[in-house]
DNA sequence: CTAAACTTTCAATAATATTTGAAAGTTTAG
DNA sequence: CTAAACTTTCAAATATTATTGAAAGTTTAG
């Protein structure tokens, strides 16, 4: 296999990937693309590469950089934008879970909290199903939370290392 | 807030909170009112409670049940059959985090084994690139795979209380 | 066996999400 | 300031995914 193809295979598993996750399949291509480019591409390369329209381009650019994921280059002597995507693949995950985490649990975890106080009869099995499965919820969500903050904040290598070694 | 109105705001929620994770909507509420059921429910109940046809309901318990999420249960003196869905939370997110690192993870693991041997300039910097990143991911895959795999036969307590403690 | 009760399938339809491309907006060189 | 270079927006078009409902399939009581 050569470059060409290794490349081309490699974009189109990572939106795979990414649409299996709920993730728009072609911000995943435009981000796997910059994954594997040494060097900063420019909207029009991105178009070149995936075969996609200018807007299209633009906005899962823009979206990538609103997770974080991308930053904007600038070349001197060229007034051209151009995108570079941090490579650090641990960086990434932290990253994406940082964002999942803020955009998709936290409101859950307001819902949920709400939920708490649901009136009724405590000896109606419907209602105490209903309060125990908020109840339950809610607690694994908050340790989720918790987990995945201290994550964060923890540095790869040190990270796995502890947990291999406590999971043995 | 009453129970019915509790009941609604939680499935609405769970349905949400699955359409963004790549979940069919009507699945993740499936589960839902599942979940809060004491008693199991049949299609009818099902189909009632959503507001959806008997097709829609047939096939997405029938995904619950390849999920591991829901049995089926049969009453006696019935004919009907009757769902019932496993309510310990934790062992619902080990299921789906087993399920979907069997269906998304283990096919992506297979492509980026491929990848490893793309023929090339070993001086080339995209080649060198591309090489890296994979091998990067896919030593994060590897490792996301090994934690998994414990946590799957970890108990809920013992594990959080363990990473809790370490990450104190 | 037969018919009623129930479940499953799947082509047609509807709903949702993504993409395009041209127009509008913005920035900067000169 | 002006025009060229570049970026962004967004309504319309396309593509994808989910849903319906009626027909086909299956099971079981009698």
Redesign the interface.
Known sequence: ???V???E??IQ??G??G?????NRTMAQVHALL?????PLSTEDIMQELNISRGNANMNVRDLIDWGLVEKVHKSGDRKEYFWAE????KV?TQVAKERKK??LEP?LK??D??S????DRN???????V???S??K??AT??D??LE?MIK?EENWF?G???K??K
């Open positions: 296999m050569n470059l193809e290794g490349k295979q490699f598993a990572w795979t990937l649409s299996k996750w709920g993730i994954m594997i480019s040494p060097d490579k650090d693949i641990w995950t955009r998709e859950v819902v949920l709400q939920l106080n649901v009136k009724g109606d099995k419907n209602v105490k199903a209903f125990e499965g908020i339950g919820i607690r694994m340790n989720a918790k987990t201290t923890a796995f502890a947990i291999l406590l999971f």
